[in-house]
Nanobody, 123 residues
């Protein structure tokens, strides 16, 4: 049984940093992506980062490029999302997701989801 457990959410001031982690159990990547999505109230679920394990290829939308970094630690099977220079518009519920054969940014394509944790950026 695949489980994705997230940690590291919380509140941060604008311009600050936060690191999220997603620990996967019972999951073999086989070059399927692991991704981070976010959803603010009244908005669609938006992909903010994805990592394909072969070659550690990463993808980001323009809204977070240069500020967010997705990377992995293979030994305990953890994927991290480092969030730097955060902005109030980064406030949302953040979810990790795994295994999709669709383009990485399509939320409906993912088979497995973490429980989601809130990130709030405010002064």
């Amino acid at each position: 049984q695949v489980q994705l457990v997230e940690s590291g959410g919380g509140s941060v001031q604008p311009g600050g940093s936060l690191r999220r982690s997603c620990t996967a159990s019972g999951y073999t990547s086989s070059n399927n992506p692991v991704a981070w999505f976010r959803q603010a109230p009244g908005k669609y679920r938006e992909g903010v980062a994805a990592l394909y394990t072969v070659g550690d290829t990463t993808f980001y939308p323009d809204s977070v490029k240069g500020r967010f970094t997705i990377y992995r630690d293979n030994a305990p099977n953890i994927v991290y999302l480092q969030m730097n220079s955060v902005k109030p518009e980064d406030t949302a519920m953040y979810y990790c997701a795994a295994r999709s054969t669709s383009p990485w940014y399509i939320a409906l394509g993912y088979n497995y989801w973490g429980q989601g944790t809130q990130v709030t950026v405010s002064s």
